[in-house]
T-cell receptor, first 114, second 109 residues
Framework: SAVISQKPSRDICQRGTSLTIQCQVDSQVTMMFWYRQQPGQSLTLIATANQGSEATYESGFVIDKFPISRPNLTFSTLTVSNMSPEDSSIYLC???????????FGPGTRLTVL | GIQVEQSPPDLILQEGANSTLRCNFSDSVNNLQWFHQNPWGQLINLFYIPSGTKQNGRLSATTVATERYSLLYISSSQTTDSGVYFCAVSYNQGGKLIFGQGTELSVKP
């Protein structure tokens, strides 16, 4: 199992503003990922958070919109920049245990943009 | 890229009934996981099962890697089983998990 915490758990934001989501995991033997889940949809990978270097983004996601930091092995942040109502989603942090190859998810951040 | 298809897309059961959820994938995988997303949005790991069969209480799963499918069995369903069940795969060690569209299960009392 794994212990992953995220904050905030939810937020309501105005369009044009930015929100930074924090994620803390309990293991150093891990990869970290950020996913988005739009309403009624499945999970889509935004990026892999790399420790000490730039994140690896998936097609359709760019650093200017979703800057990611991972200053150490157990902590990462995702910023949703210049938000619009289309950014209203659940954002989930995830860790993959490199020994067992099992992936776990945090509780998510439910974001509403007005 | 690899495609993951889940069926059925939704399912309504009476409490106590059994069900089988299916996950088909289009290429060889070395990681397959089943998750349950509860009504509050939390994703719970059910099984890590790239091949073979596992059981955990009323739930069991079987993956036939050579035929590129996995099945999740729920027996004696309870209302707390309601939610969305996701299958996710990756095809390389440490690689990204690709999710299916999910099966939404509703168990009625």
């Amino acid at each position: 199992s794994a212990v992953i915490s995220q904050k905030p758990s939810r937020d309501i934001c105005q369009r044009g503003t930015s929100l930074t989501i924090q994620c803390q995991v309990d293991s150093q033997v891990t990869m970290m990922f950020w996913y988005r889940q739009q309403p009624g949809q499945s999970l889509t990978l935004i990026a892999t958070a790399n420790q000490g270097s730039e994140a690896t983004y998936e097609s359709g996601f760019v650093i200017d919109k979703f800057p990611i930091s991972r200053p150490n092995l157990t902590f990462s942040t995702l910023t949703v920049s210049n938000m619009s109502p289309e950014d209203s989603s659940i954002y989930l942090c995830s860790q993959r245990n490199l020994r067992t190859d099992t992936q776990y998810f945090g509780p998510g951040t439910r974001l509403t943009v007005l | 890229g690899i495609q993951v298809e889940q069926s059925p897309p939704d399912l309504i059961l009476q409490e106590g009934a059994n069900s089988t959820l299916r996950c088909n994938f289009s290429d060889s995988v070395n990681n397959l996981q089943w998750f349950h997303q509860n009504p509050w949005g939390q994703l719970i790991n059910l099984f890590y099962i790239p091949s073979g069969t596992k059981q955990n209480g009323r739930l069991s799963a079987t993956t036939v890697a050579t035929e590129r499918y996995s099945l999740l069995y729920i027996s004696s369903s309870q209302t707390t089983d309601s939610g969305v069940y996701f299958c996710a795969v990756s095809y390389n060690q440490g690689g990204k998990l690709i999710f299916g569209q999910g099966t939404e299960l509703s168990v009625k009392p």
